[in-house]
């Protein structure tokens, strides 16, 4: 998604920018290497799954361990952590099925996020818009997901509110295609969950996953995961977050552009109320943390205000079908309790 934009205020069409600049070969290089590194630990990641608890006793993780316990563990004890890690690379390393494995995650999740972060980038070029080339950002391995996604960053003012619809809503829309393919690959390579499998974690899946899995036949509910669905998966579960109606997420640049600066404003309002009170539903109900951090991302939405078009015109029809269409993919991709936790 487009990181917060500048306030920047402009009075004159002669203000605003008549071509942007093309990134020097040191920028290029900045944002490969935090690409190369976010390869990394995403591929870590997906090799986790298959990283049997034997390696875990290397570092003399007593295996009568829950999971619960064993990632606080890692995260309270910096040594055990650096020592898990580094026992994970030289498995990963010595071991071409995990190798394969965590490839099958980070391939696929990194073109999605690319795909989103190109359409918003190709967007502003289009409008004469000048951003930042898309800035991956890696996470710890074996912390979340091998990575907290992706951004760019707009650094000249919008010069109409089509310009602003167009640039927020081309990123969902790019990666909502180019997961679609992925999504059906994970599915088909799925295989029936063995009778009595009890997984610490459920994965909710969104609707998009039970319709496509309905078509070839695959119910995802009772099938065991795999790298592809669960980058799949991912995809869907940015996708959704970024097209929330708040702020300057992809949704909230939308919906400014349709609606204007004060139902804009309201609707952040209603989101986050909205999203406080599913947090703590999927907390209660589901053991399901995942959308206090939504809430928590929705509440600084509320507070980062949306710099104003120089040109105020209403959208065309062509663009509020988009508008419909974005609405639809929102639905296909939204999941009220994404991740719940089973203590039992």
Not at 200 to 222: E, K, N
Not at 258 to 286: C, E
Request: contains cysteine.
């Amino acid at each position: 998604m487009p990181a917060a934009l500048s306030d920047l205020a402009f009075s004159s069409i002669e203000d605003l920018p008549r071509r942007v600049s093309y990134p020097p070969a040191g920028v290029w290089f900045k944002h490969l290497f935090w690409l190369l590194l976010t390869f990394i630990t995403t591929t870590l990641t997906g090799a986790v799954p298959i990283f049997s608890l034997e390696n875990y006793l290397a570092v003399q993780l007593p295996p009568s361990h829950t999971w619960p316990e064993f990632w606080w563990q890692l995260a309270m004890l910096p040594g055990v952590y650096t020592q898990t890690v580094g026992a994970l690379i030289t498995w990963l390393l010595n071991t071409p099925a995990a190798l394969q494995e965590g490839l099958s995650y980070s391939l696929p999740l990194l073109f999605i996020l690319l795909c989103h972060e190109s359409g918003h980038y190709i967007a502003c070029r289009i409008y004469k818009v000048e951003a930042t080339l898309p800035l991956f950002v890696p996470s710890p391995p074996l912390v979340a997901l091998g990575t907290f996604g992706a951004f760019i960053r707009i650094l000249s003012p919008l010069p109409s509110r089509k310009a602003v619809f167009d640039i927020g809503v081309a990123g969902p829309i790019a990666g909502f295609i180019a997961l679609i393919p992925i999504a059906f690959i994970g599915l088909l390579r799925m295989t029936p969950a063995p009778e009595g499998m009890v997984s610490q974690y459920t994965f909710t899946d969104p609707l998009l996953m039970r319709l496509l899995g309905w078509t070839i036949g695959v119910d995802p509910v009772t099938s065991v995961s795999n790298p592809f669905y669960m980058a799949a998966w991912i995809g869907l579960l940015v996708t959704s977050l970024n097209l929330i109606p708040s702020g300057q997420l992809d949704g909230g640049h939308a919906f400014y552009a349709l609606f204007g600066k004060r139902l804009h404003a309201i609707m952040a309002k209603i989101s986050f109320v909205a999203m406080a009170t599913l947090s703590v539903l999927g907390l209660l109900l589901y053991n399901s943390p995942v959308g206090i951090l939504f809430a928590v991302i929705l509440a600084v939405m509320i507070k980062i205000g949306h710099p104003e078009p120089y040109d105020y015109a209403p959208l065309d029809l062509k663009r509020k079908i988009v508008a419909f269409i974005t609405l639809i993919i929102f639905v296909l991709c939204f999941a009220p309790f994404p991740i719940q936790i089973n203590f039992n």
